[in-house]
């Protein structure tokens, strides 16, 4: 009776547990929504642009004067949100070939000195691209093209997803830190581990499973 009542005590704690995980989660899941709605976006409008250009140069023999440069800057911004959307993803290359061969513990090492040195390197392009910014304000440059378009508007947005992406990285890394001085290697493990194949075949299979679902739901 005793075992009976402990037993359910146990499960009922689990849920009050596993909540921060679960708010962790959906915040990660909101953030990289939003991130991959902007990258399509401007990829998007990007080619709503191309299209018109190329339109209205084959029918009008007028052009806009200004796709070439708003891909530049589209491919810019672009990937500094896709810099964070990997990082989340775990989808940043690693070479892993000896990884799983390697103690539990060691390999925890190994994971907290690539998320760490990952977060300096994103400080340190963020801190070297503010250099960039300043100097742009100081001596209000533009662009060499037929816009003119000065360069600080292009350059805080770019500027801005570099922020981003030094913020997410050392917030995982402090994550990883505080996971590496708990002791709590099998989490650390599972959460900054280089991303397997099998990992990866299993979201493939269920990311099919998603649009075969959705396009099964359309009359």
């Keep these: 009776m005793n075992t009976a009542v402990q037993g359910n ?13 679960q708010g962790g989660a959906a915040m990660k ?6 991130l991959a709605t902007v990258f399509g976006m401007i990829f998007l409008g990007l080619a709503v642009v191309v299209t018109v250009e190329t339109a209205s140069r084959k029918l009008f023999n007028i052009s806009l ?7 530049g800057y589209a491919l810019a911004v672009g990937s500094t949100i896709a810099f964070s959307l990997a990082l989340m993803g775990r989808n940043h290359i690693r070479v ?20 760490v040195s990952l ?10 691209a503010f250099k960039v910014i300043g100097d742009t ?9 037929p816009w003119a378009t000065p360069l600080i508007w292009p350059q805080s947005v770019w500027y801005a997803g570099l922020v981003i992406f030094a913020l997410v990285a050392s917030g995982y890394a402090l994550r990883a830190s505080k996971l590496l001085l708990t002791g709590e290697i099998e989490t650390l493990n599972h959460d900054f581990h280089p991303k397997s194949a ?22």
């Design 9 to 21: 005590d146990m499960l009922a704690a689990q849920p009050a547990r596993a909540a921060p995980t």
């Design 198 to 219: 099998k990992e990866e075949l299993k979201e493939e299979l269920e990311d099919l499973a998603v649009r075969q679902s959705s396009e099964g739901a359309k009359p």
């Design 29 to 34: 899941e909101r953030i990289e929504n939003l």
């Design 96 to 115: 892993d070939v000896f990884h799983e061969k390697f103690p539990a513990r060691v390999q925890a090492w190994m994971n907290w000195f690539s998320i």
């Design 137 to 145: 304000m100081q001596y209000r440059s533009t662009a060499q093209t």
């Design 65 to 71: 004067q200004g796709a070439d440069e708003l891909g």
């Design 119 to 128: 977060a300096a390197l994103g400080v340190f392009i963020a801190w070297v």
